[in-house]
């Protein structure tokens, strides 16, 4: 997901300056990309159960992740062609298609798991396996789309040459994007490794999953948002309209403060039942519970580092990004969770309060780059962005 948010900046100033055979050819461009860089990280995939055990885990757990980690490698590259497609379709604002594919793939996912998890008996391997294969369908069903619908006429023209020329270009904001992801996706994986080293580990381990999945659940509203204003952003800027990207950046900041309020006040109504949606162990429950006030803040504070990351990547910041994380997970919050969880013996509450110190830095520092943005300047970037891109295209015709 990290390097397609590349086309986030590439294909959406892209459309906005109307240059519309460039997105296929980026598209194309990222799926070459992708597809080299998941060869190694599958082979780290097929090694968790080693590299977890390296890492002091216990070793009936890093077996049981090692074999689900496995079972996941299929999934690995489809989720690579998955991701360039949804960018290329939503930054020409073709998303209906999208909300189908994904309903449909959805409600078959639940068929697939129900047999590879219960019928087939391999239990969380199957589960596994039910992931990647959904991935494939929700990736065919939109190939399908790209290749046959009229609303793709112009910015897809066939494969192409092209999407081997001027790589580089790609990557000076793919690594980045990458990173910038990469190091926030890794600070929260890193919560649940360290709840290993806890006491009762399994415990620690089973309710900082829970609640990570949680808030990847509810998560998937401003990440929506997200994706919207990174389009609408990037069009914007493209078409050389600055003052309406500013607002785009104002009204969503605006929305994602209503939805962080109303779902983090949900969350809290609701702590002392969600448990029993993942366990019906008393002391899991229990904790859970406990666990939920805390969560609803850093969704809320995640709501805005979402949006604002959007705005990033539509203006193409992703270095600026990246040094954020960077600085916001790695310098302020993992240490303030070691600190909390260890030495002030916080635990698995402690892990998460660490998260939320990396939260208010970072939603502080992306805030400050927003409001201080010169926009005109941007809109000018994002034309000679856009120019650079076509340079190859036209030597090579």
């Given amino acids: 997901m990290g390097m397609a948010s590349a086309l986030d900046t590439l294909c959406g100033q892209s459309y906005g300056a109307k240059q519309y055979h460039m997105m296929g050819i980026q598209m194309q461009r990222a799926m070459f990309v992708l597809l080299l860089v998941s060869?190694?990280?599958?082979?780290?995939?097929?090694n968790t159960r080693s590299l977890l055990i390296l890492f002091g885990q216990e070793h009936d757990i890093a077996t049981a992740a090692g074999e689900y980690a496995c079972f996941m490698v299929p999934s690995l590259f489809a989720y690579a062609f998955l991701q360039c497609l949804v960018r290329f379709l939503q930054t020409q604002n073709i998303v209906f298609p999208m909300m189908i594919s994904s309903a449909f793939t959805?409600?078959?996912?639940?068929?697939?798991?129900?047999?590879?998890?219960?019928?087939s008996g391999l239990g969380y391997r199957g589960a596994a396996l039910a992931n990647a294969i959904s991935y494939w369908i929700n990736v065919l069903l939109l190939a399908l789309y790209v290749k046959f619908s009229s609303s793709c006429l112009k910015t897809w023209t066939g494969f192409s040459k092209e999407a081997f020329h001027n790589i580089f270009t790609f990557l000076r904001l793919a690594i980045p994007s990458a990173v910038m992801v990469c190091l926030e996706t890794w600070s929260f994986e890193?919560?649940?490794?360290l709840s290993g080293l806890l006491p009762d580990p399994k415990l620690q381990t089973?309710?900082?999953s829970i609640s990570l999945n949680t808030g990847s659940i509810v998560w998937m509203i401003p990440f929506g948002l997200s994706g919207a204003v990174s389009t609408r952003v990037s069009n914007e800027l493209g078409a050389g309209r600055p003052k309406i990207a500013r607002l785009a950046v104002c009204v969503v900041l605006v929305v994602a403060i209503t939805e962080g309020l109303l779902v983090g006040s949900v969350l809290i109504l609701i702590r002392n039942i969600w448990g029993y949606a993942y366990s019906d162990e008393t002391q899991v429950v229990e904790y859970v519970a406990g666990m939920m006030p805390i969560l609803a803040i850093s969704n809320f504070l995640d709501g805005l580092q979402c949006v604002l990351s959007g705005n990033a990547r539509g203006c193409g910041w992703q270095k600026i990004g990246a040094y954020i994380n960077l600085g916001s997970y790695y310098i302020v919050g993992i240490p303030a969770a070691i600190l909390l969880a260890f030495v002030f013996h916080f635990e698995g509450k402690g892990l998460w309060l660490g998260i939320i110190c990396a939260l208010v830095v970072q939603v502080s520092s992306l805030l400050t780059i927003s409001i201080r943005t010169n926009w005109e300047k941007e809109a000018k970037k994002a034309t000679e962005r856009v120019h650079d891109s076509i340079i190859p295209v036209e030597i090579v015709s």
């Fill in 190 to 193: 890193m919560m649940v490794l």
């Fill in 106 to 119: 959805a409600l078959l996912h639940i068929l697939i798991c129900w047999i590879l998890v219960f019928k």
């Fill in 39 to 46: 060869i190694p990280l599958a082979i780290i995939w097929v």
């Fill in 206 to 208: 089973s309710v900082l």
